[in-house]
Each structure stands twice: as C-alpha cells, then as structure tokens.
C-alpha cells in the first residue's frame, strides 16, 4: 500500500504533549494517512520520535511526505559541520563520533550551501557569513532544546544559544504558510534540476509545545512543503535542502546499549537516496542530530 501499516496512535504520559494525527487533505483518506507511529530508540521506556505519512495535495495522490515528530523532552539536538560546508574546523562535525553513537536517535539534512542560504551558521561561539535579521533559523539552545525562528524577533544572540543554522525566510509563521508561497521563485525558495517546480523538499519547524518536526518527501512545492509542516502543528517553519541527493531522515533503532550504525538505521522514505550510514562517514555538507537526553 502507500502508507507503511503501522499500530495505532501514541499513548499519552502525563505532562508529555504527543502529536495529533495530521488531518489529510485528500478525499478518501488511505488506510493510515497522518497516524503518528513510533520510530528509532527507546529513551527511558518512551519514543522520542513518531513518524507519519500524507499525501501533499490534492492533486498529486500518489505522492506521500514523510513528517517526523521530534520530543524535546527525551531529546537533544546538535549541529554537525561538513567537511566543506560551512568551512573551517568545529568541535561537532561530521562523522558523528563514535562515543555519540550509543546515544544518536535521529540524523537529519540541514539547509542550501551558506552561499545560496542567505545567512550564517553559528556554532563554538563564532560564526561563518553572517546572522542575518529576518532569516530563519533552526537554534540548537544548552540545554539541547531546539527551536525554529526569525533572527531578531522570535530568536536573537544570547548566552543560551549554542549554534544557529539559517536559511532564507521562514515558509511557515503563526501556524500558517507565509502569503505569497505559491508564486514558487526559484531566486527566493532554490534552483532545482530542470527548472521544475516539484522536487524532493525538506523542512524543519517547532510547535506550540516545542516539539521539532521534519518534513520531506518528493514532489513538493514550497507551498505543498508549507503546508504539511503547517498541519503536522508546526508554528513556525523553514526549508531545508531541496533536490533528491540532498533530502534525508534517518531514525537508528539498535539493541539497548549499542551503538547506532547503518545497519540499524531506517529512512523516513524509502524513496530517500542516501543510505541510513550517511552520517558515519564525512559529508561536505552539515546536518542535524538528535540524541537521548
């Protein structure tokens, strides 16, 4: 089928806020469209991640987005340099070292190549380009909480901040896609293969409860991409990398005590190009990880 059969929804703990199923926006639904699931490492008896599947829009139904769900209370975040993206040398880069590996839950893209991102990159307390008022920035906090902002309004510099990776403009604000998404501009959201306007896509937003939730999938529009993270609870939103070589999730669910690897890993999306051990060899490019608090 084309959603993956999965049990049903989370079980809710006291004092945790878990997700609500996504409301689809095609008619009739399929089997399991926009339930939540467990997904990778048990963290103290609980998922720190559920994934869900739906389809984008109502025009192209055989497509399916992946949306992962991200529990800030079970969870930290962290940065990762490429070997050429941002540049330089940084205490977290990639590969993610091997004592970090009995912990790693989730590893994630992160946004274009600095030059194309219209901002900076900020981790050890000092920045490659510029952080730019009015950017969207995914800011990784000490306490290893993560949020999703605009620089200068919603998230600024502070000794809190640990590291900021931004990347154009926000696609979704108060809860909804920003005006203007459908008018796609190639200048403004990407240069994609071929001009076209439907590619593989990746964004990353925060909820009302702080949860951090990842979108991906191909065949996306900036508007399409908006949406989904809009109606998987996000409140505010931003793209990520677009384009099929770029665009990846990967949750590691190994035995107790054991350290995650390719072998235990899964992709959000089948249709993902990288394999799940991308992350445990050099990249040129910098990403996200997520670990057990």
């Known amino acids: ?5 999965h049990a049903g929804a989370p079980a809710a703990l006291p004092g945790r806020v878990l997700p609500t199923p996504i409301a689809p926006v095609t008619f009739p639904a399929v089997a399991g469209e926009g339930v939540w699931h ?45 070997a050429e993206e941002p540049g330089g040398s940084w205490a977290a880069r990639s590969p993610i070292p091997t004592a970090l590996r009995t912990s790693l839950v989730a590893a994630f893209n992160s946004g274009f190549r600095l030059r194309d991102a219209h901002g900076g990159y900020f981790a050890d307390g000092r920045t ?5 008022n009015g950017a969207a920035s995914f800011v990784v906090r000490a306490d290893g909480t993560a949020t999703v902002g605009e620089w200068g309004r919603d998230v600024t510099a502070r000794p809190s901040v640990v590291a900021v990776r ?9 809860s909804a896609p920003v005006p203007g998404l459908a008018h796609d501009s190639l200048a ?29 999938g191909p065949g996306l ?12 609870g996000a409140v505010r939103a931003m793209e990520l990398d677009i384009n099929t070589t770029w665009v990846n999730y990967f949750t590691f669910d190994p035995a107790p005590g054991s350290p995650a690897s390719g072998v235990n890993g899964t ?6 190009a990288r394999p799940s051990s991308r992350y445990f060899r050099t990249t040129a490019r910098d990403f996200i990880a997520a670990f057990a608090r």
């Open 128 to 132: 490659v380009g510029h952080l730019v």
């Open 38 to 82: 467990p997904a990778g490492r048990v963290v103290n008896g609980r998922s720190g991640v559920y994934e869900a599947f739906v389809r984008p829009d109502t025009v192209h139904t055989s497509l399916v987005t992946g949306v992962a769900w991200m529990d800030p209370h079970l969870l930290t975040f962290k940065t990762f340099a490429g």
């Open 221 to 232: 529009s900036v508007a399409s991409l908006a949406s989904v993270l809009s109606r998987a």
């Open 267 to 272: 992709k959000l999306l089948a249709g993902m």
């Open 1 to 5: 089928g084309l959603i993956p059969g």
């Open 166 to 174: 931004q990347n154009l403009s926000l696609l979704v604000d108060r």
């Open 188 to 216: 403004k959201w990407g240069a994609t293969l071929g001009n076209q306007v439907l590619v593989w896509r990746s964004g990353v937003g925060v909820t009302a409860s702080g949860a951090i939730v990842y979108a991906g």
